[in-house]
Each structure stands twice: as structure tokens, then as C-alpha cells.
């Protein structure tokens, strides 16, 4: 696939899912001048060198962020289990703990990501957050390099990795999936 069409349906090579840090943060979120403790009733994390403190209404809110079955990965399985696919969803990724594929297609070897915009960078639609700018660059920094490792690894595995990005239609993004799967069909037939 050319770079024209990977920038028209989205598809990219290479992009992971933070869990090790923090996994939802509130955009805007309160960052005082000095850190927070449980002591004073806050909760809070520190990430390398950079602190971030939110009330516990913020932390209740994120801790509700969606990891899994998002609308966008929905409607990818939907579109999926229409044309006949079957697949399994959620999946740990070996060798590599706190990692998962969100629809894996075992006997065919192709795993399949459906990356948030925000959270993975998305050309077209990613911005930074004005507030606590510099955790921000550093998480997102974080999970582009986390999805360059979690795709290397799979692919040293002898997996075929499938991304898209969240805004691209289902059908899209089945279409690019079929392509990896009808790919490695013709390949292993002939």
C-alpha cells in the first residue's frame, strides 16, 4: 500500500495503548505547584520526572475511560463478523505484558489495532492538550514509541499488524483488513 493511500484509509505501519502510565487523563486537569499526597486527600500519579495531581472526581471519571469495545472497534467487528470473519478480540500480545490486540485473527497471523486519534497521534486530528503540556508530549511521545514496539514484536513473531485509525469508516477499515487476510491466503495457497 502507497503512502497516498495509506493517508486516504488511514492505515499506518506503526503507532500502543499506554497502560503502564496512566491510561485516561482529563484534558485540563488541575496540576498544582506542589505534589500532591494522599495525606491531603488527593489522588495522584508520578510519571518519570513529571508529576501529575487530580481531585478524585477526575481520577473516578478516567478510571471509567474505555480500554476495550470502543465504538469504533465495535463497528470494525460488526462490518467483520458480517462478511464471515471470525476472530478473537482482546488479546494479550506475547512476550510483551500489558499489551493487547484488539481483533487477532490466529490462524492467519494478522492482528489488528484500531488506534484513538488522540491517544496515538493521528496526523490529521491529534493536537496537545494547553494544559501540562510537557507530560502530554511525553505520554503521547510514550505510546507512539510503545506501538512501534508492540508492532515489531509481533511482526518478529511472524504476524502481519493492521492499523487504523479510529475516524476511518468501518468499512474502510474491514476493506484493509480483508486486503491482509486475502493477502496472506493467496500467499500461503500458492
Not at 88 to 102: I, Q
Request: glycine residues 8%; positive net charge.
Amino acid at each position: 500500500m502507497g503512502r497516498d493511500t495509506e493517508r486516504r484509509h488511514g492505515v499506518r505501519g506503526s503507532g500502543t495503548a499506554d497502560s503502564e502510565f496512566m491510561i485516561g487523563v482529563q484534558i485540563g486537569c488541575p496540576v498544582r505547584g506542589r505534589a500532591q499526597s494522599p495525606a491531603d486527600g488527593c489522588h495522584y500519579w508520578v510519571v518519570g520526572l513529571i508529576g501529575l495531581s487530580t481531585t478524585p472526581q477526575v481520577s473516578a471519571r478516567m478510571s471509567r475511560q474505555r480500554r476495550r469495545d470502543t465504538a469504533p472497534e465495535l463497528a470494525l467487528r460488526k462490518v467483520l463478523h458480517a462478511r464471515g470473519r471470525r476472530f478473537r478480540v482482546d488479546c494479550l500480545v506475547p512476550g510483551l505484558p500489558r499489551r493487547r490486540v484488539d481483533v487477532l485473527f490466529t490462524r492467519a497471523k494478522v492482528a489488528v489495532f484500531v488506534d484513538g486519534c488522540f491517544w496515538h497521534m493521528c496526523p490529521e486530528h491529534s493536537s496537545l492538550p494547553a494544559s501540562n503540556s510537557e507530560w502530554w508530549a511525553s505520554k503521547l511521545r510514550m505510546n507512539q514509541e510503545r506501538d512501534v514496539q508492540t508492532t515489531s514484536r509481533l511482526e518478529q513473531l511472524g504476524w502481519t499488524v493492521v492499523r487504523v485509525w479510529e475516524h476511518v469508516s468501518a468499512e474502510e477499515a474491514a476493506d484493509c483488513v480483508d486486503v491482509a487476510l486475502g493477502f496472506l491466503r493467496a500467499q500461503s495457497s500458492g
